[in-house]
């Protein structure tokens, strides 16, 4: 069995802007809904992923990835595998976008609450991904997955824990990580 997870590809709204607190959260909103750039596309494709189950998280960049990469509509489109929750916090400052990003995922990941997953809860979604993928192997044998950077990274650590084996792990836009048993 093999499990494929691939990041979508650079987003239309991946813009660094310099932004407050209010348009963080209008920019998080756009990120969300975006499609990927035309600009961003996979540098080597692998074609025998075209012959795998595909799967996608139900955000619009994982879904356009898919059909970019595989030349298809996934079979499966699940909101299970959307990425971990950019949490959003409300500062008196102006920082860059992705600057908001960075500050606003650590104080996430050190517990810091807000009105939205907490880490632990997307942990948590990670593994149930991570049991469903394999749920979905067994029957499929051979699956791809195109998600987001953060969930993928722990769906991966999820499936290494169950026993799963990997042999290539990549984060960036695109990036492929293959796990096997």
Known sequence: MEIILIRHGKPTSADNPIIDACEYTNWIRRYNSSKVAKNSRPENVNDQYKSFYTISSDLNRAIH???IYVGKSPEEVDKLYREM???RYKFPFKLKAWNWVYLSRLLWMLGCKGSFES???AKKRADEAA??????AQNQDKIVLFGHGYMNRYIRKSLIQKGW????KSNAYWGITSLET
Do not use: D, G
Request: aromatic letters at 6%; a neutral charge; glycine letters at 0%.
């Open 65 to 67: 990835s898919a059909n």
């Open 85 to 87: 929750e950019i949490p």
């Open 119 to 121: 880490f632990k809860q």
């Open 131 to 136: 049991v469903k993928l394999i749920e979905i």
């Open 165 to 168: 084996v990997l042999n290539s």
